[in-house]
């Protein structure tokens, strides 16, 4: 069957009506949207994909990933603080969308242990990148001062002090520092 008025890379020929001739429709190729996705901030950025209008496609799996943060999902705001899309869901809109990450800073809990006495603060929340104030509750130890806290538990000085600053992004235990009181010690001397 031959084409008229365009060639084969740009129509689609019809079949003849029963009386004959031919006739040829132009082609229009499918309209096409692009998704692409911007790790904003993080590292692993998937590579676009292409919709077909009409179709639905599924939503790379590829997370990205950024050191201190939790990975929510995928939203088409930059500044979103939820996701309205996960790794692998589904994208019906006819529409081009580019898609940031979401991410919430990362948190770390910090207990104290009043090793041997008894009084310990409750447990903190520390967000990644946010200087935390420790609880300034002092524990109690009978016949010792408390120095302050260590992340060892038989540390023999102080690293951080009641309602001192604590920067490191990590989960820590605290143990009290305890120095041995003379009190109440009468000394004679012969």
């Not at 010792?144 to 060892?152: A, D, E, M, P, Q």
Request: glycine fraction near 12%; charge should be positive; proline fraction near 6%.
């Amino acid at each position: 069957m031959s084409c008229n008025k365009c060639s084969p890379a740009n129509c689609t020929p019809y079949n003849p009506p029963a009386g004959g001739g031919s006739t040829c429709t132009p082609y229009t190729p499918p309209v096409t949207y692009t998704v692409s996705y911007n790790a904003n901030g993080g590292n692993g950025t998937p590579g676009s994909q292409t919709k077909t209008h009409g179709a639905t496609i599924t939503l790379s799996n590829t997370v990205p990933s950024r050191a201190g943060y939790v990975f929510l999902g995928w939203a088409a705001s930059s500044s979103a603080t939820s996701a309205s899309y996960q790794p692998g869901g589904l994208y019906t809109a006819n529409a081009g969308i580019t898609l940031y990450a979401v991410w919430k800073a990362a948190t770390y809990t910090v207990s104290y242990n009043a090793n041997g006495g008894v009084g310990s603060p409750c447990a903190q929340v520390k967000t990644h990148d946010v200087t935390l104030t420790l609880d300034s509750t002092i524990p109690i130890r009978t016949g010792c001062g408390f120095v302050g806290w260590s992340t060892s538990s038989t540390a023999a000085s102080a690293t951080y002090s009641a309602g001192g600053n604590f920067t490191t992004n990590a989960t820590t235990t605290l143990y009290a520092v305890w120095e041995v009181s003379i009190t109440g010690i009468e000394i004679v001397l012969l």
